[in-house]
């Protein structure tokens, strides 16, 4: 029998499904990083040690069926490395807004309103360790993002992503390859090797010898370019509508819209991503179950959120972050987060978390019909939010569609059918 593995990872650890042709699950494995206060230069460590450890609980003779790979990463968290593939300073991650300090160079490199314009996109993290005087050293060094690196720890081609990852990065999904005028914007003695681009489910390479031997892949096993997490999650969906939507509720907030129309719009932090001959519009905030983790426990959460009425507008009005920042539907690296008031009743702050959530969500999906998206119809709800019903309950209020848990959720099982549709070249 011919397996096809996926592995996401994502903000608190690793997954990993198996899928047949079919698209039976045969093996779910997880792996949560370690929160032992690491430096952020020890993330490749912690990252090299994940993907091990989840392809270690796949038994052996689930391993040496897999025919193909792919992987998944938060977007726009990216690195340098030497050209052996090793880092040479600490990853820069997909929240970081440190490219805040670059805007101007930013502004005048890209076009107005382009994708690249934000504090956390992959260019803006290149130019600042660029203009900075941040890189590491004048060796040369290849620019990669997290799914990238991952890969090649797999099949050993160093430098290659897929178009999802690279598209805040400045890559033309149109043309497909750099345009002048971000070749010609970071050019200098110290600029990295930007990465080659492929599309995404593209076989990349056979895994290598020790990857092979260690793990017990058989030797035609191939590793494809992959894919973000949130993209990974909307494919899991199966959603293939224009007008049906994706809202992944883990950590941070992402809504990805399948549109006819593609909508880019720095202001917003809008942008959209090629699926076929359709786009994926969306954006992503930092407000989510990163917060809500914050203030309460798993339990918690459970509990209180039985007491509340879904039905019932609170009045208490946030915009919950963990620190000054946010992507979408405000673009401002220094929105500061509103909490306050909190009242003393757990229950009744839970529910003005939740409101309040559910209104940015609302109104992210409001601004791309604006722009000029596909009129939403429905909404699939992905991650550990789509467990909760009463806040299901609070989001149909405000999105005024249909909101739906699909069968599958998890991104590891998107990526997986990533694999798959690659090793019997079908194509989303």
């Known amino acids: ?65 897999v025919r193909a790979i792919a992987l998944d990463g938060t977007s726009s968290t990216v690195m340098l490395c030497d050209t052996d593939g090793i880092p040479v300073c600490e990853p820069i991650l997909y929240n970081d807004a440190r490219g805040a300090a670059v805007t101007e160079t930013l502004r005048a490199i890209a076009p107005a309103n382009h994708t690249v314009l934000s504090a956390t996109s992959s260019l803006a993290k290149l130019l600042w360790w660029l203009e900075g005087g941040h890189a590491p050293s004048t060796a040369p060094t290849v620019f990669l993002h997290q799914a990238d690196w991952l890969a090649f720890l797999l099949h050993g081609k160093l430098g290659i992503s897929d178009y999802h990852n690279a598209l805040k990065l400045g890559f033309d999904v149109d043309t497909l390859g750099y345009p002048n005028w971000l070749i010609q914007g970071i050019a200098g003695a110290a600029t990295p090797k930007l990465p080659q681009v492929v599309a995404p489910g593209t076989p990349v390479g056979e895994v290598t010898d020790q990857v092979r031997s260690r793990f017990g892949f058989p030797g035609d096993c191939t590793v494809c370019a992959g ?26 907030l992402a809504v990805k819209l399948l549109s006819h129309t593609r909508v880019d719009d720095s202001r917003y932090g809008i942008y959209s991503h090629k699926l076929g001959d359709l786009w994926l519009v969306g954006g992503a905030s930092n407000t989510g179950g990163a917060v809500l983790r914050h203030f309460f426990t798993d339990a918690e959460l459970t509990t209180y959120s039985t007491q509340i009425d879904p039905e019932q507008e609170s009045l208490l009005d946030y915009y919950p ?3 000054n920042g946010d992507r ?9 987060p509103k909490l306050e008031p909190r009242p003393t009743d757990s229950v009744e702050f839970l529910h003005g978390l939740l409101e309040s959530i559910a209104r940015i969500e609302a109104r992210g999906y409001q601004l791309l019909q604006e722009l000029g998206a596909t009129p939403l119809t429905k909404v699939y709800t992905a991650g550990g939010g789509a467990k909760n019903a009463v806040w299901s309950a609070i989001r149909k209020r405000y999105l005024k569609v249909p909101v739906e848990t699909p069968v599958q959720t998890a991104a590891a099982y998107g990526v997986a059918l990533l694999a798959m549709r690659s090793a019997l070249d079908l194509r989303f």
Not at 23 to 51: D, K, M, R
Not at 328 to 336: R, S, Y
């Open 1 to 65: 029998m011919n397996l096809y593995l996926g592995i996401d990872f994502g903000t608190t650890g690793a997954r990993s499904t198996i899928i047949d042709s079919q698209g039976t699950i045969h093996c779910e494995t997880e792996y949560t990083f370690a929160n032992n206060g690491q430096q952020q230069s020890e993330l490749p460590s912690v990252w090299e040690n994940a993907l091990s450890a989840v392809i270690d609980q796949i038994p052996p003779k689930i391993r040496n069926q």
């Open 227 to 252: 894919t973000t997490d949130s993209i990974a999650a909307f494919l899991a969906s199966g959603v293939n509508s224009p007008g049906e939507a994706v809202t992944s509720l883990g950590s941070t």
């Open 321 to 323: 972050l963990l620190k």
């Open 328 to 336: 979408f539907p405000i673009n401002d690296p220094n929105l500061p």
